[in-house]
């Protein structure tokens, strides 16, 4: 007879490990940042990793629920390219109130780690 034992405990760890990364999805998600409107917007779906860069409407940077300023937000995303050469995305998740100046940087940081799929998020 075929014990079933083995195949319960399998579930049960897949479900436990989708439950614990679904979290840590929902909390880049969760920052309060006020998403400008656009007419034309599609949502983006991405295979694999992807970072999130939430930007305040004070200027402040963003990821993993970690202030950053701009030498360390390059450091970050020239370390996840480094790791992910050529696949590594980037959403910019920036406040409609902040400055243009702080999305430009922000962009840079990513032409400098040699991330070109970057992508600024709306509703």
Known sequence: MLSM?????????LLIF????????QEERDMEVNLPRASQATPTIFPGKE????????????????RLDVRGLRAKLQAA???NPGRQRVT??????SRTGSLVAVMDACNQARIKNYTIATE
């Open 5 to 13: 034992t083995p195949l319960i405990d399998v579930v049960f760890l």
């Open 18 to 25: 989708f439950l614990v990364a679904s979290r840590f999805e």
């Open 51 to 66: 970072i999130f860069v939430n930007l305040t409407p004070t200027g402040d940077f963003f990821v993993d629920g970690q």
């Open 81 to 83: 390219n480094d790791s």
């Open 92 to 97: 910019i998740r920036a406040d409609q109130d």
